[in-house]
T-cell receptor, first 114, second 111 residues
């Protein structure tokens, strides 16, 4: 299995631009999680889906952030408009089902907003 | 929100020595997990210990859990340079499968 796939691996953009991060979970996994990691705040859960349905988005910092999961094999995290404080590494993770605890992380997308 | 807090924040040891990292958490849990993160990579699951377990082994890893003290420790025996990474504990909160990660311990193993 290829594991969780994220793209792009690196993204540099200018303030005000729209950024779209992509994630392909492990096939057969029903839960998907988006995290953000910074030196200051550590690893933060932004949103998670179960069977393609958003369950909890309370970690999404602002309305500028949105996430979708149109099907079981694809999810996006969008920031519009982006700001310099959004600079971080964004991780996607998946797990087998709602009651399975082990999460499998993707390699992350390093976002830099200038 | 962060639930687990690792201690120490950074640890530097010689290859062959043992490394011990500690994690404290705040609320009751179903289980506690340890993850490793190599520089520039995603997190990798190492081991899971359930609230009714006190100790668990996996290769050179030994994890203990003391629910009365709300703490856990991760011991890496006979460390290797390849063990250099950040180590995170993660806990759930009895409901659902959300994981709350600590701030991590940065381990450096000097060859």
């Amino acid at each position: 299995d290829a594991g969780v796939i994220q793209s792009p691996r690196h993204e540099v953009t200018e303030m005000g631009q729209e950024v779209t991060l992509r994630c392909k979970p492990i096939s057969g996994h029903n839960s998907l999680f988006w995290y953000r990691q910074t030196m200051m705040r550590g690893l933060e859960l932004l949103i998670y889906f179960n069977n393609n349905v958003p369950i909890d988005d309370s970690g999404m910092p602002e309305d500028r952030f949105s996430a979708k999961m149109p099907n079981a094999s694809f999810s996006t995290l969008k920031i519009q408009p982006s700001e310099p404080r959004d600079s971080a590494v964004y991780f996607c993770a998946s797990s087998e089902d709602y009651d399975t605890d082990t999460q499998y992380f993707g390699p992350g997308t390093r976002l830099t907003v200038l | 929100s962060q639930q687990g807090e690792e201690d120490p924040q950074a640890l530097s040891i010689q290859e062959g020595e043992n490394a011990t990292m500690n994690c404290s958490y705040k609320t009751s849990i179903n289980n506690l997990q340890w993850y490793r993160q190599n520089s520039g990579r995603g997190l990798v699951h190492l081991i899971l210990i359930r609230s009714n377990e006190r100790e668990k082994h996996s290769g050179r890893l030994r994890v203990t859990l003391d629910t009365s003290k709300k703490s856990s420790s991760l011991l890496i025996t006979a460390s290797r340079a390849a063990d250099t990474a950040s180590y995170f504990c993660a806990t759930d909160e009895n409901t659902g499968n959300l994981l709350y990660f600590g701030t991590g311990t940065s381990l450096t193993v000097i060859p």
